[in-house]
T-cell receptor, first 114, second 115 residues
Framework: ELKVEQNPLFLSMQEGKNYTIYCNYS?????LYWYRQDPGKSLESLFV?????AVKQEGRLMASLDTKARLSTLHITAAVHDLSATYFC??????????????FGQGTRLTINP | DAGITQSPRHKVTETGTPVTLRCHQT?????MYWYRQDPGHGLRLIHY???????DKGEVSDGYSVSRSKTEDFLLTLESATSSQTSVYFC??????????????FGPGTRLTVL
């Protein structure tokens, strides 16, 4: 059974600081996804990582994937208040006829204080 | 936003009553999924569909059934709602680009409370 674990689950940080969210998963996969969720809202796709060593960057967020270590990281650089949200990683496993079922981590609730 | 709507957006019901949630897409995507979101669990897959009339179980399918009679609609039914099914339900869709990966796009969610 595939398990996906994130840490930390809660993170409170100051604007301008750097921090990293970790996502570990238990079985081999080359595909990992990062989503953002604002309170009461839906999930917004941030990054799709498709191979070992993949690195994607968007603004102050950078995601990477190490399939050998079964680890993905989401790095936040010089945090700003607008990045406050809950961040989820997810790994997919194949379903029937190409369907890909996502297994999510528990989520990391990030609060950025002025 | 991907063309996904869910209805109703909020519902309060009583234990033992049947409930049907609807997901409607305008993207003509092949794959549709139902997830539930609970604190401390992230999202968990309930059922998914890989085509019209083609569905399969997910991680937490007990107490739920689904149907897909046309490409654009995927229905989730709780035959006899229980308090443990109080949750936020999300529908997702994906197309299947080259069969390698399917980026999933999520609907706005339905908040269901079972009293």
């Amino acid at each position: 059974e595939l398990k996906v674990e994130q840490n930390p689950l809660f993170l409170s940080m100051q604007e301008g600081k750097n921090y990293t969210i970790y996502c570990n998963y238990s079985t081999t996969s080359d595909r990992l996804y990062w989503y953002r969720q604002d309170p009461g809202k839906s999930l917004e796709s941030l990054f799709v990582l498709l191979s070992n060593g993949a690195v994607k960057q968007e603004g102050r967020l950078m995601a990477s994937l190490d399939t050998k270590a079964r680890l993905s990281t989401l790095h936040i650089t010089a945090a700003v208040h607008d990045l406050s949200a809950t961040y989820f990683c997810a790994v997919d496993i194949f379903g029937i006829q190409g369907a890909q079922k996502l297994v999510f981590g528990q989520g990391t609730r990030l609060t950025i204080n002025p | 936003d991907a063309g996904i709507t869910q209805s109703p957006r909020h519902k309060v019901t009583e234990t033992g009553t049947p409930v049907t949630l609807r997901c409607h897409q305008t993207e003509n995507h092949r794959y549709m999924y139902w997830y539930r979101q609970d604190p401390g669990h992230g999202l968990r897959l309930i059922h998914y569909s890989y085509g019209v009339k083609d569905t399969d179980k997910g991680e937490v399918s007990d107490g739920y059934s689904v149907s897909r009679s046309k490409t654009e609609d995927f229905l989730l039914t709780l035959e006899s709602a229980t308090s443990s099914q109080t949750s936020v339900y999300f529908c997702a869709i994906s197309e299947g680009i080259g069969g390698f990966y399917n980026e999933q796009f999520f609907g706005p969610g339905t908040r269901l409370t079972v009293l």
